[in-house]
C-alpha cells in the first residue's frame, strides 16, 4: 500500500539525517538504501529517536517505489556523479509519468541539466537541489536551493519547506529556476564559502605571525567580531577552533592540525563557471588557489629552504583594520559571486532571484550570516546586479577599503601571503577605475595578430603601423 507521503534513497550521513527530519515534521518517508546494513542502522536510529511511526524502511527498491504516493517525490542522496545516473536508471522503469526524482547531493549543475533534459520528455520530472548545512543542518534545518521541474516542486514544496531552516520564521527554502539552476546557485555559495574561509584565514595568519597572537588571543577577537558587521556562523566557528585544546598535549589543537586544505571539487567548478562565462571572481579563484597550494605541503617546505624563511617582521597593522579588512574583501567576493550567478541566470534564461537567494542563505548554510540579510534588503529593491554599485554597499566599501588595503600592504611588506585578500583589493580598484590599461594590450595585441583596436570617436576595427620586428 502507498502510504509515505516522499521516498529518499542513500542512508549516510546526509540522507539519513533529511529523513529523520522529514519525520520529525510530521510525514510519513519511505527510505532505501544500496546496502542493507545502513538501513538497519536508520532503523534502530529513528527507533531511538522516538520517529519509527513516521519511517517505512523497504530493502528492495520496487517495493520502497510503490510505497510512496503519487504522485511520486523521490529523494535521492547519493554519492555525486555515476552512482545518480545509475540510480535514475534504476528507478526509471518503476516510476510513472508525473512522478519525480529529488536529487539532493552535491551534483555538478550541467549534469543536472543533462538529467533534467533526459527525463522531462518521459514525463518524469527532475529536481536538482543543493542543500547546504552539511549534517546538522540536514538533521535540524538546511538551506534549500531548488532547481529543475516546477510542476512537480509544488507537490514536494511543503516538505522541503517543512525541513529547511527558517530566519525569523522565513523559510530557508526556495524555487529558484529550471534545470541546474539550484545546483549552480548551491555551487556558487560553496564558491563563496572558499573565499571566506580563506580570507579568514589570511587574517589569522596575520595574527599569528605579525601580531604575534596565540589562538587564545585570536579565538577571543573573532568572538567578538561576531558581535558586529562580520557575524557569521563561519566567523563564530572561527573562534571555537581557535580555543579548542587537543587533549593529548594540552596544546591548542589548530596548532597540531597539518596546514594542507582538502577541497571537493565545488570551488573549482566555481571558478571553472566564471571563467567559461568572462565573469571575473578573482575571490573564488584565489580561494581555490589557496587551497591547491596548502595541499603541496613538500614543495612548501623546500622552497623555503630555498628562499630562506619569511624574515620576522612584526604587521604593521591594528585589529580594527583586520576587521574591516576581511569586511571588504567579503563584500567584493559576494560582489563577484552573485555577478556569477546573474551571468548565469542571463546565458539560461533561468530568471534567478539575487534577492531570495541571499535570503535563502540567511540561515542553515554554512555562509549564513547578517551580511546577507543586508544583501537581501538591497537586492529586492532591485538596485544593482553587482553588490559594489548598491548604495548601502558603496557606504560600507567606503569606509572599509582603506582598511583592505592597509593590510594587504602591510602583508606584502611583511611577507605573509593574502592571495584571496589581495585578489579582492585588486578586483575593486580595477572595477572601479575608469581608465585601464587595456589599451596597451589592444595595442600588443594588433601588434602581434592584427587583432584591431577602438578608438572612440574613430570607429573600430583600426590597425596601427606597427615597425617590423623580423629578424630581432
Ligand atoms: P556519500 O557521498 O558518502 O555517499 C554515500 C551514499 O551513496 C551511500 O548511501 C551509498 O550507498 C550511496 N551510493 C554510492 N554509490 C552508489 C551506487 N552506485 N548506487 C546506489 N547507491 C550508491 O554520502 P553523504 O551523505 O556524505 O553525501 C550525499 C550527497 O550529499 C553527496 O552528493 C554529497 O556531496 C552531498 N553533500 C554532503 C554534505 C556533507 O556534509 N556530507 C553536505 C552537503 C551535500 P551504500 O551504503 O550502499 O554504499
New binding site residues.
Given amino acids: 500500500m502507498s502510504t509515505a507521503d516522499i521516498g529518499l534513497?542513500?542512508?549516510?550521513?546526509?540522507?539519513?539525517n533529511l529523513a529523520l527530519n522529514i519525520a520529525e515534521k510530521g510525514y510519513t518517508i519511505a527510505v532505501h538504501?544500496?546496502?542493507s546494513?545502513?538501513i538497519d542502522e536508520f532503523v534502530a536510529e529513528a527507533r531511538e529517536q522516538g520517529l519509527d511511526g513516521k519511517t517505512i524502511a523497504k530493502y528492495d527498491l520496487a517495493d520502497f517505489v510503490q510505497s510512496v504516493k503519487r504522485p511520486r517525490s523521490i529523494i535521492i542522496?547519493?554519492?555525486?556523479g555515476?552512482?545518480?545516473d545509475?540510480?535514475i536508471e534504476?528507478l526509471l522503469p518503476l516510476l510513472e509519468p508525473g512522478d519525480a526524482i529529488i536529487e539532493?547531493?552535491?551534483?555538478l549543475f550541467t549534469d543536472t541539466q543533462r538529467r533534467f533534459d533526459y527525463l522531462t520528455p518521459k514525463g518524469i520530472g527532475y529536481l536538482g537541489v543543493g542543500?547546504?548545512?552539511?549534517?546538522e543542518?540536514?538533521r535540524h534545518g538546511?538551506s534549500i536551493m531548488v532547481g529543475g521541474s516546477k510542476e512537480q516542486w509544488h507537490n514536494a514544496e511543503a516538505v522541503l519547506t517543512a525541513i529547511s531552516a527558517k530566519f525569523n520564521g522565513e523559510p530557508c527554502c526556495a524555487y529558484l529556476g529550471e534545470g541546474g539552476a539550484g545546483h549552480f546557485v548551491k555551487t556558487i555559495h560553496n564558491g563563496i564559502e572558499y573565499g571566506d574561509m580563506q580570507m579568514i584565514a589570511e587574517v589569522y595568519g596575520v595574527m599569528r605571525d605579525g601580531l604575534g597572537m596565540n589562538p587564545k588571543a585570536c579565538a577571543e577577537v573573532f568572538k567578538e567580531w561576531n558581535k558586529g558587521p562580520l557575524n557569521s556562523y563561519l566567523i563564530e566557528i572561527t573562534g571555537h577552533v581557535l580555543e579548542a585544546v587537543d587533549e593529548e598535549t594540552g596544546r591548542p589543537l589548530v596548532e597540531l592540525i597539518l596546514d594542507k586544505a582538502g577541497q571537493?571539487g565545488t570551488g573549482v567548478w566555481s571558478a571553472i563557471a566564471a571563467q567559461q562565462m568572462g565573469v571575473p571572481a578573482t575571490a573564488i579563484e584565489g580561494a581555490v588557489a589557496a587551497r591547491s597550494i596548502s595541499a603541496r605541503k613538500d614543495e612548501r617546505v623546500a622552497a623555503e629552504a630555498a628562499y630562506g624563511k619569511r624574515a620576522d617582521k612584526k604587521a604593521d597593522v591594528t585589529l580594527a583594520d583586520l576587521e574591516k579588512a576581511l569586511l571588504a574583501g567579503k563584500i567584493v567576493s559576494y560582489a563577484q559571486g552573485f555577478a556569477v550567478i546573474a551571468k548565469a541566470s542571463e546565458e539560461n534564461g533561468w530568471g534567478l532571484p539575487l534577492s531570495i537567494i541571499a535570503k535563502i542563505w540567511r540561515a542553515g548554510c554554512i555562509i549564513r550570516s547578517r551580511f546577507l540579510d543586508q544583501m537581501s534588503a538591497a537586492y529586492a529593491k532591485g538596485e544593482a546586479t553587482n553588490l559594489l554599485m548598491v548604495p548601502d554597499f558603496i557606504a560600507l566599501m567606503k569606509d572599509s577599503h582603506p582598511s583592505l588595503r592597509k593590510v594587504v600592504a602591510a602583508a606584502a611588506t611583511a611577507e605573509f601571503p593574502m592571495i584571496c585578500l589581495s585578489a579582492a583589493l585588486s578586483y575593486f580598484d580595477s572595477y572601479r577605475q575608469a581608465q585601464g590599461t587595456a589599451n596597451l594590450i589592444q595595442g600588443q595585441r594588433d601588434f602581434f595578430g592584427a587583432h584591431g583596436f577602438e578608438i572612440v570617436g574613430r570607429g573600430t576595427d583600426l590597425h596601427g603601423k606597427w615597425p617590423s620586428t623580423l629578424g630581432n
Fill in positions: 534513497i542513500g542512508l549516510a550521513v546526509m540522507g539519513s538504501n544500496r546496502s546494513g545502513r542522496m547519493v554519492k555525486a555515476k552512482p545518480v545509475d540510480m534504476q539532493c547531493g552535491n551534483s542543500v547546504s548545512g552539511g549534517e543542518g540536514a538546511p571537493k
